[in-house]
């Protein structure tokens, strides 16, 4: 089976973008062009940053109009709420704020694209 390496992300600001996630994550970007960054995580997966206006082909998506989120499963309750404390105090604009949805807690935070980033718990 062939296993997905990367998540690509739409962008407005490359280097914004890369500084924020660099940031977040703790992890810099490995490369960084005017165009495109890629930030190696942990795991194996790589986070990739594509400028918008020069996506090839061009993308008709928004991120106001995303449909997707991406998602950080965390070990616990006291986890979920270092990281919303964490990310209120950084600045991040909140979408949903910290409640209990039918697979435990969570709450949702938006990148400076507005692309959602979603904690909650990781599965049994």
Known sequence: M???NMILLYVNDTAASAAFYGDLLGHPAASL??????LPLDNGLTLGLWGRAQANPAT???ANGANGEIVFMVENKDRIDALYADWQQRGLQIEQALTV????PT???LDPDGHRLRVCLQDE
């Not at 062009?33 to 890629?38: D, K, L, Q, T, V």
């Not at 949805?101 to 435990?104: H, S, T, V």
């Open 107 to 109: 709450f949702v935070a």
């Open 33 to 38: 062009s005017p165009n495109f960054a890629a």
């Open 60 to 62: 008709t998506a928004t």
């Open 101 to 104: 949805l039918d697979f435990g």
């Open 2 to 4: 062939t296993t997905p």
